[in-house]
Nanobody
Framework: QVQLVETGGGLVQAGDSLRLSCAASGLTFRTYTMAWFRRAPGKGREFAAA???????YFADSVKDRFTISRVNIQNTVFLQMNSLKPEDTAVYYCAATVSFYSKDADAYNIWGQGTQVTVSS
């Protein structure tokens, strides 16, 4: 059974940091491009960051220089380190996977986790 499980969300204050984790199972993790998307209240799903099979990283302009993405293939896990959090970062964060090349388009990803809530208070 293919599964992505996100953990690490929570309630923090503006300026704080959080690290999200996404544990994968049932797939050959090292062959997948991994990404984080988010959905803020009342808004559509938005690309946040991605990391390719080879470790190349991609970020949305809104999180660039504040967020970092990394992966540990031996642990089948991808991380999203979020620093200098802002209230506008409040969203449900989803982990996603694809065997294709990196894309900002959510439709390119066919495996999704259930999401973890991140709330940033001002």
């Amino acid at each position: 059974q293919v599964q992505l499980v996100e953990t690490g969300g929570g309630l923090v204050q503006a300026g704080d940091s959080l690290r999200l984790s996404c544990a994968a199972s049932g797939l050959t993790f090292r062959t997948y491009t991994m990404a984080w998307f988010r959905r803020a209240p009342g808004k559509g799903r938005e690309f946040a960051a991605a990391i390719s099979r080879g470790g190349n990283m991609y970020f949305a302009d809104s999180v660039k220089d504040r967020f970092t993405i990394s992966r540990v293939n031996i642990q089948n896990t991808v991380f999203l380190q979020m620093n200098s959090l802002k209230p506008e970062d409040t969203a449900v964060y989803y982990c996603a996977a694809t065997v294709s090349f990196y894309s900002k388009d959510a439709d390119a990803y066919n495996i999704w986790g259930q999401g973890t809530q991140v709330t940033v208070s001002s």
